[in-house]
């Protein structure tokens, strides 16, 4: 572990004089800045950043964090992975990582929280830092919090990851890489609170057009007392919202998550489904991420998006997602989201696609993580219903 910015930078006013590690810039500091002050919007922002980041030349990668609105969690808005990992990109943009709990032993939890660099390789590394190596089969990451340079008090507003494939990262490299910061601070500061404000209107204006159909989607749901109905129920609106081929529906059961049903959206698929279905029905998946994407899904209690699967099949992952997808043949699109009661995940929906992409965009996103929150309550309602009905056997009579 790097000192904090205080031991080691002297309060970030470093001792080393400025370096221009890329001497092919094409852009003075005076020019950048110029152009950092007239860019505004959030996501061009750390496009910007991400060029200078890559115009270094010293990092196989990075991931930009910033934190969500709440302060809960620290959420992946920019990012360049190692060459043999690209098409996960998409997968990690918008990765949570929590800001306490189980998470808290992640490289970026610490850098946050402690306000400082944190590196560590494979002999330093926390178990869930270990993983993150040897699955993107990285010798070091170092997580800089993202500080403001007047106000050490003042909370970070994120992270940046840094990927190293090979060696260690020098110290001058977070020498330039805190100059870099400096300059982006404020204005990354500002387009971030602006985006918390237009993310908060947007929801407000699809709330309001989308009320009236969710609301009587929701009765619906909760008026249904059979699981042999919920399931088609539920399928057949999102498969109308949504252009999926099919959706698994996975509950906790003794310790497992086990597949409850395959529903699909068109008749043509059904022997796919129900192949899957069947494979999944003898191998459960278990409590800890390595099992596969449901299991990272419901222990990390978030969704997960793969774009277009069929970029990622030569990617290592476990046996029974191998298995998943040789049965799925033709998968592109794959999206796992939790199924929640309160904060507590009971479950996991698996939407897939077979033939074409889906675009999922964020709202979309909230309206399925809502959905299948719905769907967890109306579960839990039949389920309690079931249970009232159980006939008790009948009390004996007392001898006395």
């Known amino acids: 572990m790097i000192p904090p910015y205080r031991q080691l930078y002297g309060g970030r006013e470093s001792k080393h004089q400025p370096v221009r590690m890329n001497p092919h810039s094409t852009e003075s500091k005076t020019e950048l800045r ?11 922002l750390l496009d910007l950043f991400g060029v200078e980041i ?6 196989d990668g990075y991931l930009i964090n910033l934190r ?22 998409d997968t990690y943009y918008r990765y949570r990582v929590a800001l306490t709990g189980g998470d808290a032993r992640n490289v970026n939890t610490r850098a946050y929280h402690g306000r400082e660099i944190v590196q560590c390789d494979l002999q330093s590394a926390s178990d869930i830092e270990r993983t993150m190596l040897q699955a993107w089969k990285l010798q070091q990451i170092a997580a800089v919090a993202i500080l403001d340079d007047d106000n050490f008090n003042e909370p970070p507003i994120g992270t940046l990851l840094l990927l190293q494939e090979r060696g260690h990262i020098e110290e001058v490299v977070f020498v330039e890489i805190e100059n870099l910061i400096s300059l982006f601070y404020q204005p990354l500061k500002h387009a971030l609170d602006a985006s918390f404000k237009q993310a908060d209107r947007a929801r407000l204006t ?15 749901l909760n008026n249904l007392t059979s699981t042999d109905t919920i399931y088609p129920t539920f399928a057949t609106e999102m498969f109308r919202q949504f252009a999926f081929d099919g959706v698994g529906f996975f509950l906790l059961e003794n310790g497992l998550l086990v597949n409850k049903r395959v ?8 022997s796919v489904g129900q192949a899957w279905q069947a494979f999944l029905h003898a191998h459960p998946y278990q409590l800890h991420t390595a099992d596969g994407g449901i299991s990272h899904t419901f222990v990390k209690n978030l969704p997960l998006l793969f774009h277009d699967v069929q970029q990622i099949m030569d990617l290592p992952m476990s046996e029974k997602d191998q298995q998943s997808l040789q049965i799925l043949e033709t998968a592109r699109t794959l999206l796992l989201v939790p199924i929640c ?34 769907f967890g309550m109306a579960i839990d309602k039949i389920e309690s219903h079931r249970n009232v009905l159980i006939p008790r056997p009948p009390l004996g009579r007392s001898l006395i």
């Open 341 to 374: 009661k309160g904060t507590i995940p009971r479950g996991v929906l698996a939407f897939y696609s077979l033939q074409n992409t889906v675009d999922i965009a964020e709202a979309d996103l909230h309206t399925i993580c809502k959905l299948a929150d719905c």
């Open 206 to 220: 699809s709330a309001t057009l989308d009320h009236s159909r969710f609301l009587h989607f929701v009765i619906e």
């Open 263 to 270: 529903e699909v959206a068109d008749p043509h698929y059904e």
């Open 34 to 44: 110029q152009r950092i002050d007239d860019t505004h919007d959030l996501h061009a």
């Open 68 to 89: 969500d609105a709440e302060g809960e969690c620290l959420v992946t808005q920019k990012l360049r992975l190692t060459e043999p990992y690209r098409a996960l990109e």
């Open 54 to 59: 890559d115009a270094l030349g010293v990092v």
